[in-house]
């Protein structure tokens, strides 16, 4: 499924746009404030946000951050951003109406949810960085659309993955446990699952990872797995292509991976959750070691080694024997 990505970049480099420099807040987006923690809501209330939100459509169409399959996102002001579907009209009546997102409040890095939508195409949800800057994870939408594969390949290897896997560990752990937190979550016979076919549903904010679509329902228990992980940040360059394994980029890769893994140990993350995700272990340490012997040293990690903190240095030291291996060791560590 191919989604929107919010404030996709024109250059893999954390831009922001000369307009939305510094903190701002706007009329409209102090009203939204009010609406959402009122407790009361009048139909004057509801009038005058309906006004403030038709004034803006007329001035906010050069505060567009990103456009995709669905539609696009414009910016309110730093706190919030609007995101309106592709099949809205303008003749269309408005009415707003708060959206309860209990079910995600113990998610922390989770962009994603509408707070309050005014039909069932305009919706408004947190802007994921108030300045602007950011990177989504892969290629770009914007660029992936006018690139070659090989060019694809190349902005992967010398753009992309210079930059996350250098990473701090902790960037992968929030994500972890954001995943984790979501496999708790059931409501109505469903479970809820992050969408990580696209890579761009995840953004890079500072060091703080950010996850900006809706999340999916499903009747799958705890969906969310170190498989999608690893789709997201190794498999996957774009939604329809797969990233380059090849021996200029293995070093990094390597060091990406291993942090990947760490992460979903740390919170325990089920490995795989279905064929989809044997894939993406298979793809991206194919040519490193033998991707079903590795899974299984970290399902017996978990029953061997209850304390974290003595299963995480197990898992560590597995991880360095395991994936050291592989054309650089062969060529004598020359890449």
């Known amino acids: 499924m191919k989604v929107n990505t919010l404030q996709t970049s024109n250059q893999y480099k954390i831009n922001s746009s000369p307009a939305f420099s510094g903190y701002t807040r706007t009329k409209f987006g102090h009203r939204i404030d009010e609406f959402i923690s009122s407790s009361v809501h009048t139909e004057e209330n509801a009038?005058?946000?309906?006004?403030?939100?038709?004034?803006?459509?007329?001035?906010?169409?050069?505060?567009?951050?990103?456009?995709?399959?669905?539609?696009?996102?414009?910016?309110?002001?730093?706190?919030?951003?609007?995101?309106?579907?592709?099949?809205?009209?303008?003749?269309?009546?408005?009415?707003?109406?708060?959206?309860?997102?209990?079910?995600?409040k113990n998610l922390k890095s989770y962009y994603g949810a509408s707070l309050l939508a005014f039909n069932g195409y305009i919706k408004v949800l947190k802007n994921v960085s108030s300045s602007g800057k950011h990177i989504p994870v892969g290629i770009p939408d914007f660029n992936s659309s006018n690139m070659l594969i090989a060019e694809k390949n190349n902005f992967w290897s010398t753009k992309y993955l210079p930059i996350f896997s250098s990473l701090p560990q902790k960037s992968f752990d929030r994500i972890a446990k954001d995943f984790a937190e979501l496999n708790k979550v059931k409501a109505n016979g469903y479970y809820f699952e992050f969408d990580t076919k696209n890579p761009n549903n995840f953004v890079l904010v500072g060091n703080s990872l950010r996850i900006v679509d809706d999340v999916d329902k499903t009747y799958k228990q705890a969906p969310n797995c170190t498989g999608g992980l690893l789709?997201?940040?190794?498999?996957?360059?774009?939604?329809?292509?797969?990233?380059?394994?090849?021996?200029?980029?293995?070093?990094?890769?390597?060091?990406?991976?291993?942090?990947?893994i760490l992460a979903g140990e740390k919170y325990e993350l089920p490995h795989v959750r279905g064929e989809i995700d044997f894939r993406t272990w298979q793809y991206v340490l194919d040519e490193s070691c033998d991707y079903r012997y590795l899974l299984e040293q970290l399902r017996k990690y978990r029953e061997l080694y209850p304390d974290m903190k003595i299963r995480l240095e197990k898992v560590k030291q597995l991880l360095d024997t395991e994936i050291s291996s592989g054309y650089n060791d062969f060529y004598g560590g020359m890449y």
Do not use: C, T, W
């Open 47 to 104: 009038n005058n946000l309906i006004g403030l939100l038709k004034k803006s459509f007329a001035k906010i169409h050069h505060k567009k951050l990103g456009e995709g399959f669905r539609g696009a996102v414009y910016k309110i002001d730093d706190k919030y951003v609007l995101k309106v579907n592709r099949q809205f009209r303008d003749e269309q009546e408005y009415v707003p109406m708060l959206i309860n997102n209990d079910l995600f």
């Open 231 to 260: 789709r997201v940040f190794l498999e996957k360059m774009d939604l329809d292509n797969v990233a380059p394994m090849d021996i200029m980029n293995q070093a990094q890769r390597h060091k990406l991976l291993k942090k990947i």
